[in-house]
Structures are given as C-alpha cells and as structure tokens.
C-alpha cells in the first residue's frame, strides 16, 4: 500500500489548490480514504472522507462548503479541492486509507498514510 500526496503550496487567503493523493495497493470498495491535516503545534485533524458506504463523503465543520473530496478510480487517486482558503488552513495535509466502508471509523483505524503536503496560506 502506498500514498503520494501532491499539490500543496502557499497560497495567499481566499485562493484555492487542489491536493491529489495517488494511491497503490487499495480498492476502494474496501477502503475508505481520508484527508487529515496537522496544523503547526496541533494535533491531527481529519478533513475529508471518501468511501462506498453511506455517507459516501463527510467534512469536519471547518472544511465543509469550502473543500471538496473525490476520487477518481480508474486514477487511482483521491483528490481535495480546496476554496476561499484562510491561514487557519496552513498545515500539512496527509491521506490515509482504513479498512471498511465508513467515513465514521475514528483515527487510530488508518493504518495506511502518505508523506504528507505542505499548505501555507498566507499573504
């Protein structure tokens, strides 16, 4: 199993990147596949799910309306659009991947991550 995470940057307040996470070694009629983000100083935030079981897509609070996970399978890959950024954003972002259908499984059950990307928002 591996993930490849790309597409971070510095990005002034209000402007948008799209973060793709490439993956190997997962289906996801098995898995589902999460975005997290770890803020300097914080702990880690999931962000975005994915998965085939229902709700196929969930967001924190502080993601939803503005970010926008989806995947594309036959690229295998995952990606996170985000919108109207803010500097509370700035973190590095990871992918995970945990057995299972449910967007609703806690942290500890994504056995599978990336190396993570940098996101900066700042002007």
């Known amino acids: 199993v591996r993930f490849v995470e790309s597409g971070g940057g510095l990005v002034q307040p209000g402007g948008s990147l799209r973060l793709s996470c490439a993956h190997s070694?997962?289906?996801?009629?098995?898995?589902?596949i999460k975005w997290f983000r770890r803020a300097p100083g914080q702990g880690r935030e999931g962000v975005a799910c994915?998965?085939?079981?229902?709700?196929?897509?969930s967001y924190a609070s502080s993601a939803r309306g503005r970010f926008t996970i989806s995947a594309d399978k036959a690229e295998k890959t995952v990606y996170l659009q985000m919108t109207n950024l803010k500097p509370e954003d700035t973190a590095v972002y990871y992918c995970?991947?945990?057995?299972?259908?449910?967007?609703?499984?806690?942290?500890?059950?994504?056995?599978?991550w990336g190396q993570g990307t940098q996101v900066t928002v700042s002007s």
């Open positions: 070694g997962v289906r996801l009629d098995y898995f589902n």
């Open positions: 995970a991947a945990a057995r299972g259908s449910s967007c609703l499984q806690p942290q500890y059950e994504y056995d599978y």
């Open positions: 994915i998965s085939t079981g229902d709700p196929s897509t």
